[in-house]
Every structure is written in structure tokens, then in C-alpha cells.
């Protein structure tokens, strides 16, 4: 069983980077898919971008393409998500998740309840 631990988030002004980290604490990603989700105040749980560790293949969302990125670090069994030019409607609690039997088609794995570990969440308030 795979526990995952969020850090990064924090207050930012519009426009200014902000890396999150998702590190496996037990086990390895190995095999797993990874997501990323966020809680906007107020609003459900939507997905942001996932990737299939073993693959190295990434979905994003249409609301992020282009403006954050997804990576990994493979000695270190971290995800990051790069949050480039962030805007006041991207201030959310963010979640990595994690999938035991990720999809080849990577197109499911926006789907909350594919999700089998979840972690505790990371603040990101964006100030305009």
C-alpha cells in the first residue's frame, strides 16, 4: 500500500511558479497511475493531469494545458506539478491520487473513483 504526502502549496501572486510534490512515503509508484486533483472553494473535486508511471504517458485537462506541467523523478518516487502563470480561478486544494491498475488509454484516469490512495491535500491560493 502505496501513502502519499503533498507538499508545495502556499500563497502566490498571479503569474508566480509554484511546484507541488507528491512523494510515495511507502512503496514506490511503480505500476500505479498518478493523478492530480483539485478542490476549488466551494466546488467538487475535479482532475487536473495524470500519468502512468510505467509508461511515462501524461493526460492533462483542457483548463491547464499549456500552463502546468506534470513530471516525475524516478529515484525519488515523486510527481510534481508545475503550476506556470497561475491565476486567482486556480486557487484550490490539491490532491495526488493514487491508481493500482492504471489504463493504457489514459483518458479514464480523470475519473475520481478509479483512485485507490489519496493524499491529504495542499493549499495553493493565488492572489491577483
Known amino acids: 500500500q502505496v501513502q502519499l504526502v503533498e507538499s508545495g502549496g502556499g500563497l502566490v501572486q498571479t503569474g508566480t511558479s509554484l511546484r507541488l510534490s507528491c512523494a510515495a512515503s511507502?512503496?514506490?509508484?511503480?505500476?500505479?497511475?498518478v493523478g492530480w486533483f483539485r478542490q476549488p472553494p466551494g466546488k467538487e473535486r475535479e482532475f487536473v493531469a495524470a500519468?502512468?508511471?510505467?509508461?511515462?504517458?501524461?493526460v492533462y485537462t483542457d483548463s491547464v494545458k499549456g500552463r502546468f506541467t506534470l513530471s516525475r523523478d524516478n529515484a525519488k518516487n515523486t510527481v510534481y506539478l508545475q503550476t506556470n502563470s497561475p491565476q486567482p480561478e486556480d486557487t484550490a486544494v490539491y490532491y495526488c491520487?493514487?491508481?493500482?491498475?492504471?489504463?493504457?488509454?489514459?483518458?479514464?484516469?480523470?475519473?475520481?473513483?478509479?483512485?485507490?490512495?489519496w493524499g491529504q491535500g495542499t493549499q495553493v491560493t493565488v492572489s491577483s
Open positions: 500519468i502512468n508511471w510505467n509508461t511515462g504517458n501524461i
Open positions: 491520487a493514487a491508481d493500482k491498475h492504471p489504463p493504457s488509454n489514459l483518458k479514464p484516469m480523470s475519473r475520481l473513483t478509479r483512485y485507490d490512495y
Open positions: 511507502r512503496g514506490t509508484f511503480s505500476g500505479y497511475g
